[in-house]
């Protein structure tokens, strides 16, 4: 069964600096999309990130980045320049063909000005 | 972009009544809706999977004669929670996919309190 770990339960970053938030994951298969979501305080759940197995590279959103290692089925986040609206929950995410997604169990994140 | 719309954002109700949560796809076609119940500071847990004119699957432990899912309609799915009680307080999550494009698109969000 696939199955997605999130070990840090909270972690802090000061306000312009980078902090990176991990994600494991366990699955047999070879072709799925994992993804990185945002809840803030309002639990409104916003896509932060998606990357696709198959591409090697790793994705890009502007401030957001992922180091996706395939072979160690590891799906970092790092999120740059952090900004007092970062602060939220971060869920890891994993999904393959048409089926449900399977979540970790979160990073709350907090950002210090 | 892709908009779910769930109603209400928040519904109390007296232990024994019944309560419909509506999720509706304003913008594309949900061929798969699948709702979540995330309790505090807890992730979300699958809770049923429904595809548009099938029956939901429902996910281990979940009482389907309790936690009904009806999705007639590409553009609309329901779930009713049946003769409510505390303990089925929580935040309940709609999140809907298109067959056409591989994305998950969640609604705002239900905040169940049952008094």
């Known amino acids: 069964a696939q199955t997605v770990t999130q070990s840090q339960p909270e972690m802090s970053v000061q306000e312009a600096e980078t902090v990176t938030l991990s994600c494991t994951y366990d699955t047999s298969e070879s072709d799925y999309y994992l993804f990185w979501y945002k809840q803030p305080p309002s639990r409104q759940m916003i896509l932060v990130i998606r990357q696709e197995a198959y591409k090697q590279q790793n994705a890009t959103e502007n401030r957001f980045s992922v180091n996706f290692q395939k072979a160690a089925k590891s799906f970092s986040l790092k999120i740059s320049d952090s900004q007092l609206g970062d602060a939220a929950m971060y869920f890891c995410a994993y999904g393959y063909n048409t089926d449900k997604l399977i979540f970790g169990t979160g990073t709350r994140l907090q950002v210090f000005p | 972009g892709a908009v779910v719309s769930q109603h209400p954002s928040r519904v109390i109700c007296k232990s024994g009544t019944s309560v419909k949560i509506e999720c509706r796809s304003l913008d594309f076609q949900a061929t798969t809706m699948f709702w979540y119940r995330q309790f505090p500071k807890q992730s979300l847990m699958l809770m049923a999977t429904?595809?548009?004119?099938?029956?939901?699957?429902?996910e281990q432990g979940v009482e389907k004669d309790k936690f009904l899912i009806n999705h007639a309609s590409l553009t609309l799915s329901t779930l009713t929670v049946t003769s409510a009680h505390p303990e089925d307080s929580s935040f309940y999550i709609c999140s809907a996919r298109s067959g056409q494009t591989y994305g998950y698109t969640f609604g705002s969000g239900t905040r169940l309190t049952v008094v």
């Open positions: 429904s595809n548009e004119g099938s029956k939901a699957t429902y």
